[in-house]
């Protein structure tokens, strides 16, 4: 038995380095076809281009610039076999390894020099994340601050696609132009509110011609059947009335009020994503936090009740430009 299973390993042996015999033969066959079809080509361009150098034309095919494409297309052709030949003899085609920086490195230097300030995996309480986010600001402008939580929400999902406003007790820092579009006596107290724009034929006219010199749109439900021709204008801009927003009311007044006042609408995006601007750099960080707080409020009040698992995941603040901060999940 043992001198079987020992000549059975001998004719394996043999019949492995038949088999690597006939690789190496066929690899050394596949680079000299390689070189015969290499030579050939550089032999027929050499042969073209010396056709053609002697005397060029002003147009056709014995013009420069024709002789200048043929040589093109023939080394190109060449290469082509070249790559071929390669892959047949089992070689990877060489080509340049892709030289790709750190994400951190393709940022500008201020950038860099305000991440160095942020510990990497750390999540901070709410107030030294604001006071941290105000002093990486990296522009010379009043920046903007901002907040980003991601939800475990399904928004495809009517009752998890999460929309709603809030007055933020300090405003957002931004200088809101607010329209009405309302009967005429609606129109005076809208006014008296501190609408920038109150009309109501008028404003029909305005859209007609394209000016839109407003943020806020708010109307009346009896009004809204006539907006309905510009919803392919005003829809896209964000600027359509809707009630989940609070602009189609019949408390016009209250509602140009709250819109001056600060009160901004969030809603959860494609990605579970809820962003929100909670004011600018120069608020001071007492400001920032407590309008955070009153959008961390309102939050936790629209969470679905069919929804199973953790409702926020992971709650970020950052500036304009500027990097981005973790804070300590209020919820989990």
Do not use: W
């Not at 609606?186 to 034929?201: M, N």
């Amino acid at each position: 038995m043992a001198e079987d299973k020992a000549k059975t390993k001998d004719v394996i042996k043999a019949e492995v380095a038949e088999k690597v015999t006939e690789v190496k033969e066929k690899i050394e066959e596949a680079h000299a076809i390689a070189e015969g079809v290499k030579e050939a080509v550089k032999e027929d361009v050499e042969e073209k281009i010396e056709e053609v150098e002697e005397k060029f034309a002003k147009a056709g095919k014995k013009s420069k610039k024709h002789i200048e494409e043929v040589k093109a297309e023939a080394e190109r052709q060449a290469r082509k076999l070249e790559r071929k030949a390669a892959e047949l003899a089992g070689e990877k085609p060489k080509g340049s390894k892709p030289v790709t920086r750190p994400r951190i490195e393709r940022r500008g230097r201020k950038y860099q020099e305000a991440a160095k300030l942020v510990e990497k995996g750390k999540a901070y309480n709410l107030k030294d994340a604001v006071e941290l986010a105000i002093k990486t600001s990296p522009v010379k402008f009043d920046a903007s601050v901002e907040v980003h939580a991601r939800l475990g929400v399904d928004p495809r999902q009517a009752d998890q696609n999460i929309r709603t406003t809030l007055v933020l007790p300090n405003g957002n820092g931004k200088t809101v132009r607010v329209a009405v579009f309302a009967p005429l006596d609606v129109c005076k107290a809208a006014k008296a509110a501190g609408a920038d724009i109150a009309e109501d034929e008028e404003f029909l006219k305005q859209l007609e011609k394209g000016e839109i010199n407003f943020d806020i749109l708010i109307s009346t439900p009896q009004y809204m059947p006539k907006l309905g021709k510009f919803a392919r204008v005003l829809g896209p801009k964000g600027l359509m009335p809707n009630p989940k927003a609070g602009t189609v009311t019949t408390d016009v007044e209250k509602a140009v009020k709250e819109a001056k006042a600060g009160k901004v609408e969030y809603r959860v995006d494609k990605q579970s994503i809820v962003h929100i601007g909670v004011g600018k750099v120069s608020f001071g960080a007492d400001k920032l936090v407590e309008n955070a707080e009153a959008f961390f409020e309102s939050l936790k009040n629209q969470k679905p009740a069919s929804l199973k698992g953790s409702y926020v995941k992971s709650v970020f603040i950052t500036t304009t430009m500027g990097p981005s901060i973790e804070i300590e999940n209020l919820y989990n």
